[in-house]
């Protein structure tokens, strides 16, 4: 435990420097205290939080870290977001990949820079499709690996959007053969 706490601490003070706070792999459920008290000071321009066992990101997450570009909540075991990340306005790029979300958080369409929004590796079955298809900003939406409705991934295959949606080949239900 006290390993962990002194790893923390060090990567906080490493992100004094390079405005680049790499949390990954620290066994975290959620952002400590201790750590937006130690980054009061500092403009974050990236948040890395994969590899950990968080289950919730904190509602004060956005109002600490309000200037972030790029975070990272890859593989961990998280199944919605907070509204309150609407408020990073400057936010870039999402990793929530390999989590357990069942469907994608509304609140991603609500910030207005988001380019990228990796969400593969899920279990997501549906998606808002007028949600998504009113987003701005997105270039990339990565839906690979997730168990999409048949209907679901249809609809995003045809989409008549301006960014690129990445969905895995469907495999056909066993109903669906009808050569069987």
């Known amino acids: 435990m006290a390993s ?13 420097e390079s405005n680049h706070l790499d949390l990954s792999e620290c066994e975290l459920i959620q952002v400590p205290d201790a750590v937006y008290h130690l980054m009061r000071n500092t403009e974050l321009k990236t948040c890395d939080l994969s590899g950990n066992v968080i289950t919730k990101i904190s509602p004060k997450f956005a109002v600490k870290f309000s200037f972030i570009t790029e975070l990272n909540l890859s593989h961990n075991q998280m199944a919605r977001l907070p509204d309150e990340l609407a408020d990073l306005q400057s936010l870039e790029v999402l990793d929530i990949s390999h989590n357990s979300f069942i469907s ?8 207005p820079k988001l380019r990228e929004l990796r969400a593969n590796n899920n279990a997501i079955i549906d998606i ?3 949600e998504i298809i009113t987003s701005e900003s997105l270039e990339l939406v990565d839906l690979r690996h997730n168990p999409l409705t048949p209907f679901c991934h249809d609809l995003l295959k045809r989409a008549n959007v301006t960014f690129r949606i990445e969905l895995s080949d469907r495999v056909k239900e066993d109903w669906e053969d009808l050569t069987i």
């Open 4 to 16: 962990f706490v002194a790893k923390v601490v060090n990567r906080c003070e490493e992100a004094h």
């Open 104 to 111: 994608l958080p509304t609140v991603v369409f609500k910030m």
């Open 128 to 130: 808002d499709r007028d």
